[in-house]
């Protein structure tokens, strides 16, 4: 016998932007916004478990947490988006290239000093453990 859960893994692109164009984040920076995001996560009650990690060096961060049920449906992906897009705005970053953004070329062109988003990937799958004998 065994168990199923539900694993969501996202992998975000994070820069700083203004008027003046785009920069890669700090490691100080990366490590602040990381530590925001898992502060956020943690009373986030649509998810278990979760981790945040961040690499100043390629401008990722990896947001990795299990949902509160074990099999994925046609919706996880979605709910899954709108956990992760949910943290990111709390927080006052701005997501790019989103399908309902209201720019015509997709992309959101910041209006002031800001943590800019972009969803690199997605991938959910469901993890089977071995119940305790």
Do not use: K
């Not at 278990?48 to 509160?68: K, N």
Request: aromatic residues 4%.
């Amino acid at each position: 016998m065994s168990a199923a859960r539900t694993e969501a893994t996202c992998r975000i692109g994070i820069a700083h932007e203004d008027e003046s164009g785009a920069r890669a984040l700090t490691y100080d920076e990366v490590c602040a916004f990381v530590s925001e995001v898992m502060e956020h996560l943690l009373v986030e009650d649509r998810v278990i478990d979760p981790v945040v990690s961040g690499d100043a060096e390629t401008g990722e961060i990896e947001i990795t947490f299990e949902l509160p049920r074990p099999v994925a449906t046609s919706e996880t992906d979605v709910e899954v988006f709108d956990i992760v897009h949910d943290a990111g705005a709390a927080l006052g970053a701005q997501w790019r290239n989103l399908p309902d953004s209201d720019t015509s070329s997709g992309s959101a062109t910041p209006t002031r000093s800001t943590t800019m988003l972009t969803r690199h990937s997605q991938q959910i799958q469901e993890v089977h453990e071995p119940l305790p004998a």
